[in-house]
């Protein structure tokens, strides 16, 4: 930053060096001619001149050089410390953050790359473009005060007229500008939105439909465009008025002065290139003043999204060592950040080193459970206790460390199977890979493949990536469990062998299982019935099915909908 500094001040003393020569040469050449002198006599002064306006060329030139690539190693530097930034400060929020309406990925992402260009651009501004110019007018406006009081003031009195322009615009331009960071994050989105939703939108032809979505975007986004246009080209125009009246002024003041003997006819010359010499930072302020609000309007966004400390995932800094799995929630209400109130006074317990099944209808609150027991909400009212303490004080990542979740639909990172599955626990030799992909019943499918655990992940059916999660969760081998519908979306056959594996797993750990299937609820130690986010039954199978309540209906309906009276006919032939 020093050298940027040392090199931006040398540059400003450089840029005063035309206008002193050009007016030396012309009052020079005035009195040669005046003098009737031969060319002779003036070549050396010809060659003089044009040595120094070399010289000092070749020095502006690396000068220039210098000034550039010190600030650009000032952008580029600051640019990677903020974008890990950024990424550290996102993985450290809460997941209620996420799924914000506001922080949907495409919009997170162009507010991220954005926030990174704005305050990019404010660098190069500050290092690169403004400092080198207002140092070179601010040393031009002495000169000219110096040189004659009444052109200095003259020179300055145009600046408050220019800054005043600069400011109207800017004013003007920032209610359009965010109105137009908003329109291009929502048509990002609305894209990602559109490749996402690809097959939906063409199994029911809705092609039109969304087209025209995305039109009245582009129709807001091309009027707000053209209203900043118009701002643009009117002030600019202004301003361009304002710097030339300047300059026909002070040619005006300055050839009155001449003409009343108090200045060489050279000032002529030398007053216009340093008004050139001011104005021309100034020309350019009015865009950075344009380019400052931007990267205002930019960056309070993404400092937004750094700062959003309410957004961090609270964490407490009990050990999680020797822990035996005892959950307890006790009253336990919670309301999504969306609004929606998924838990009223549950209290339940989930013992240790047992199976506990949550049953209930389609949005009862069971995944719900999970996930206030994974710390991923916290209930506004209630507790959760694990093992006598409020899961609050335990350390939330210490913690997650002991827990392994399976969802239905389980996250397939970009890579292959072996990375995937290797996420369960980064430093696994080849052959634990191997052996939790076995477990998942996986392996021997793998081996069917051309490039075995080298296979593109995302390309595998549903089924396989399921048996990823799984293996993952094998690999992990933590001794809290929870599996929220684990086999929903697997065929016959591979439930029953994800099953078996699961029940090998479930021996001696705590595990609570959400599942539409009958066989794994009725193999539960213990069954909650939840129903619109109330507890309303538990116990084991028996006992539940006698209570002749919730849990039967749900039972019944599962019976019935597997048609078991004609499945135990035909298996009986
Ligand atoms: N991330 C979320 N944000 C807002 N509301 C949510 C969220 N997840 C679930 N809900 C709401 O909370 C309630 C309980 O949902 P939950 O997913 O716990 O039900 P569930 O019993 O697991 O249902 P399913 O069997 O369909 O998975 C529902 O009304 C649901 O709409």
Known sequence: MASTLILTLIGSLTAQVNPFVLRYTVDKVQVLLHHGHSLKVGMPLLLGISGILLGKEVLNAALDFGQSYFGEEIRVYVSSALSQDAVRRILSYRLGFYAAGSNQTGKLQTRLDKGVDALMKLVQDLFIDILPLLAAAAV?????????????????????????????????????????????????????????????????????????????LQHELRETQLRMRKTNFLFNGLKSLVEQVGLVVIIVLTAYLVLSHELSIGTIMFNSMLFHNVSAPIRQLHQMYDELNEVHTYSEAFFEMLDADNAVEPTGSLPPTSLRGTFELRHVDFTYPSGTQALHDVSLTIEAGKTTALMGLSGAGKSTVINLLCKFYEPQSGEILLDGRPLAD???????????????????????????????????????????????????????????????????????????????LFLKNPPIIFLDEPTASLDAVTTEQIKTSLDALKRGRTVVIISHSLS??????????????????????????????????????????????????????
């Open 394 to 472: 335990y350390d939330t990542h210490a913690l997650r460390q002991y827990i392994g979740l399976v969802l239905q639909k389980n996250h397939i990172f970009k890579g292959t199977v072996d990375e995937n599955i290797r996420y369960g626990n980064l430093l696994a030799t080849p052959a634990q890979v191997q052996d939790a992909a076995r477990q998942a019943h996986l392996h021997d499918q793998l081996m069917q493949l051309p490039d075995g655990y080298e296979t593109d992940a995302q390309q595998l059916s549903g089924g396989q990536q399921q048996r990823i999660a799984i293996a993952r």
């Open 520 to 573: 794994q609820i009725v193999e539960a130690d213990r069954t909650y019935v939840l129903e619109q986010g109330r507890v309303v039954e538990n116990g084991i199978h028996q006992e539940l099915y006698d209570q002749n309540g919730a849990y039967r209906r749900i039972f019944d309906a599962s019976a019935r909908s597997l048609n078991l009276e004609k499945l135990a006919r035909t298996l009986t032939y």
């Open 140 to 216: 031009s406006l002495v000169v000219m005060f110096a040189a004659s009081w009444r052109i200095g003031v003259v020179a300055l009195g145009v600046l408050p007229v220019y800054f005043w322009l600069s400011y109207r615009q800017a004013v003007r331009l920032s209610g359009v500008r965010r109105g137009m960071r908003q329109l291009k994050e929502d048509k990002n989105h609305g894209l990602l939105n559109l490749m996402d939703s690809a097959v939906v939108i063409k199994s029911f032809v809705r092609e039109q439909y969304e087209e025209e979505k995305q039109d009245r």
